[in-house]
């Protein structure tokens, strides 16, 4: 199966159209000026990529831009003649900033006019994922979803995890793409690194530093024997992508280019192409010093005689999240049209790499193949293959070819939650049916509330003390997580961790370091706020840099950060990359603070929060909870080769969504039930051979109640049921990995976990397994979680058969 493009959106500080963009990009032209959405004052420069997008009232800029750019793709790609299933139709996004606007407004008013003065309803759109519920009501598109925040490389890290749902048939069309606005965040932070150039920036030249710019890109990918016969053209093909991790420093790159030069090496074999096959790079080319000596170096590395090198950058400044998704839209255009884009602002200066950047002016040449890179924050490597989809002799990718179906298996599990500062603490916590949520927390104006919050120094224990000094407590909790899980299986060999993959989730992202970083700016009036220390932690992919560093993996790394899903949706990607031959073994880590800040942003919800304890399917609100679960996956033949003990047998997964919109959820709970029955599917069970779903109730009836319908349309109302957010509360993103951790122990020893505060199951669920647990045999076991805005992930774990 080939991938191609058949729709284009852009926006850009050069245009509102992907055509305009390119036109001016073609001509060589900045759109770097002043910015005037940003306060600027007191920073090293006051320019920027600004794109020439009015704010519309109430709506935050990075929304705005996404809703344009999606819809201009879809229009493009005739999506809507099409005749689509719209279940059949995935929105996967990539972003580092999301709404961080708004959060920048609530958390100035909050410090200014005191918590109950602050505008809740800035914290709506909060959430990463609330960009991609919102493209999928617009559009109406009811299928997968994903959103991935792996910083600077986001948009380029979903186009790959958008190939995967096609290769493995998930889904039949996938919008995908990338959007950043322009933010305080973003220019203050950069500032305190002293990383902006104050004039337009020159990659590959003078390289001074960056320019910040903001926009979005998204293409419409489908399969391309579907694309030919609806008749509609194929612009270019998606062949292949490469995703690295350096293992070495935050925010700088491994010096030696490794990690760069091993994504591209990835990309390519992915593609079935090799070095002398490509045409052009479209390169990360930032302008910083750093990046324009060391990606340089990761090119020669690889290329014998390196084709041509641009940076679309310095044009448009850098897009950041978006940046990945924007450039392929560029690098698609440069395949069709045959030109190779310039490198502007040269001044006349010659690369000191000695690389063809193509200065300051387009050419015409023939383009079959491109390579379009993407590095981030956290030693984060991603590598795009787009090629000439007239390339028809050309065989099919690798990717599609290789070993799509192999088993994959869970070789370990530990977390830890509240109280449960331990792994073996959080099976007590299963087995004695005693809530791990303990702390009173008091919360500005609203008196106490219950919550499940974590003595950081407790699970420090193991942890690197130089590198634990420099995290967030986000990262804090995922690496205690992984310190758990090796004291429960054991470290893996130094050769076998470097061979091993990461991808991080988390539901809620790094709330404390992003209220401390704004904080700072706001007592101070100013950049001179801006504290160093706290923006590299920021990013949501921060933590997944800290554990690779800790643990020297190398392998394939991915950051999601999609809601109450997060966990599962992680443990998807890391699936899928393992059935298809990518990786052997990929360690998937899931973790979600629970600091004042979120309590504060909660509190001001009408009966959202309990003052007791969370007691799903009953009401009375829920207790918000940090935790953090990490799970090793490999295949089934890894397992072997090394005698690795097997848990359980990763089964089937099903991934829907509904187009309720930011926050909302669907009252009828079809999509959710869809979620259940084609989980039930892929591992080719019936609701009879499920003997434990692990719920996802919390104590609201808004989604408790949403559950208990699509239980009973899957079918799956009246086998044995636990719900394990009441013991460990509402952990976001981690819940999911936190009930699978209880499923996973149930197939191991035949308990079944209780339902803290249940006596007697409900006439409507009367499978919910009580307070204090029961044993049963349990071969096959469902997790279900679902995220605010619609979207649904529920997953099968079997007993292991060798």
């Known amino acids: 199966m080939r991938i191609v493009i058949t729709g284009l959106g852009m926006i850009s500080a050069v245009g509102t159209t992907a055509d305009e963009c390119w036109t001016a990009i073609q001509a060589g032209r900045s759109g770097v000026g002043e910015v005037t959405v940003v306060d600027t004052t007191g920073l090293i420069t006051s320019k920027g990529g600004q794109s020439p997008v009015a704010d519309e009232p109430g709506v935050d800029r990075c929304f705005t831009l996404a809703v344009k750019a999606a819809t201009e793709a879809v229009e493009h790609g005739r999506l809507a003649e099409a005749g689509y299933d719209p279940e059949r139709v995935a929105v996967v996004i990539g972003s580092s900033l999301g709404t961080s606007r708004s959060v920048e407004k609530f958390h100035e008013q909050w410090i200014k006019q005191g918590l109950r003065k602050a505008d809740v309803r800035l914290l709506k759109g909060y959430s990463l994922h609330s960009v991609a519920d919102l493209v999928a009501e617009r559009l109406q598109l009811t299928g997968p979803r ?222 079959d193949v491109v390579v379009s890179n993407s590095f981030a924050f956290g030693g984060n490597n991603a590598a795009l293959v787009i090629r000439n989809a007239a390339m028809t002799d050309t065989p099919p990718p690798a990717a599609v070819a290789a070993a799509v179906g192999r088993d994959v298996v869970i070789t370990g599990v530990a977390g830890i939650a509240g109280s449960a500062h331990s792994h073996a603490e959080l099976l007590e916590t299963l087995a004695s049916g005693e809530p791990a949520y303990r702390e009173q927390v008091e919360v500005e104006g609203y008196g106490s509330r219950p919550a499940g919050t974590i003595d950081y120094k407790a699970i420090a224990a193991g942890v690197n003390p130089a590198v634990l000094r420099r995290m967030d407590p986000t990262s804090r909790l995922a690496a205690a997580a992984v310190e758990q899980l090796h004291r429960t299986y054991g470290k893996p060999s130094r050769q076998q961790a470097e061979q091993t993959g990461l991808i991080f989730a988390t539901g809620l992202a790094p709330i404390t370091p992003v209220k401390d970083f704004n904080e700072g700016i706001v007592l101070a009036g100013g950049p001179s706020g801006a504290n160093p220390k706290f923006f590299p932690n920021t990013v949501v992919n921060a933590a997944a840099g800290h554990v690779a560093i800790l643990h020297r993996f190398k392998g394939i790394t991915a950051t999601v950060c999609a809601g109450g899903t997060s966990a599962l949706s992680a443990l998807h990607y890391a699936y899928r990359l393992i059935s298809r031959g990518a990786s052997e073994r990929i360690v998937v880590v899931v973790a979600d603070e629970c600091p004042d800040a979120l309590l504060a942003g909660h509190v001001k919800i009408p009966g959202f929060l309990s003052d007791k304890g969370v007691h799903p399917f009953g009401g009375g609100g829920t207790v918000l909870a940090a935790g953090a679960v990490a799970i090793v996956l490999e295949s089934a033949a890894s397992a072997r080769e090394n005698e690795t003990p097997v848990l359980a047998k990763v089964a089937g997964f099903g991934l829907t969504g509904d187009d309720s919109g930011i926050s909302g959820l669907h009252s009828h709970g079809t999509a959710w039930a869809r979620s259940m029955s084609e989980a039930l599917r892929t591992a080719e069970l019936t609701p009879q051979d499920i003997g434990l779903v692990a719920s996802a109730a919390m104590g609201r009836p808004a989604v408790d109640d949403v559950e208990i319908a699509a239980l009973r349309a899957s079918g799956l109302a009246e086998r044995p049921l636990t719900a394990t957010k009441s013991l460990f509360g509402e952990t976001s993103g981690s819940a999911p990995g936190l009930a699978l951790v209880a499923a996973v122990q149930s197939i191991q020893d035949g308990f079944l976990p209780g339902t803290w505060g249940v006596d007697v199951a409900p006439d409507e669920l009367p499978g919910l397994v009580p307070q204090g647990g029961r044993s049963g045999d349990v071969d096959h076991a469902l997790v279900s979680s679902f995220a605010y805005g619609g979207s649904y992930l529920s997953l099968v774990v079997s007993r292991w058969q060798s």
């Open 146 to 367: 994903a959103t991935l925040s792996n910083a600077c490389a986001a948009g380029a890290v979903a186009i790959g995890y958008a190939s995967e749902l096609l290769w493995s048939g998930e889904a039949d069309v996938v919008l995908v793409g990338g959007v950043d606005p322009l933010a305080g965040l973003s220019f203050n932070g950069f500032h305190s690194l002293g990383a902006l150039d104050s004039d337009a920036c020159s990659p590959y030249t003078r390289s001074a530093g960056l320019n910040l710019g903001e926009g979005a890109g998204f293409l419409l990918l489908e399969n391309a024997d579907a694309a030919a016969r609806r008749g509609v053209p194929a612009i270019a093909e998606v062949a292949g992508y490469g995703l690295s991790a350096d293992a070495y420093h935050l925010t700088a790159p491994d010096p030696g280019g490794d990690g760069a030069s091993r994504a591209m090496t990835a990309a390519l074999r992915s593609a079935g192409h090799t070095v002398d096959q490509v045409d052009y790079i479209n390169g990360h080319g930032t302008g910083t010093p750093t990046n324009d000596k060391i990606e340089p170096k990761a090119i020669r590395t690889l290329f014998k005689t390196p084709p041509p090198v641009s940076s679309t950058k310095s044009m448009i400044g850098h897009t950041l999240g978006a940046a990945g998704a924007v450039e392929a839209v560029v690098c698609a255009m440069a395949v069709r049209d045959g030109i190779l884009p310039p490198t502007a602002n040269t001044g006349g200066t010659p690369a000191p790499s000695g690389l063809d950047i193509v200065p300051e002016k387009a050419r015409h040449e023939a383009i």
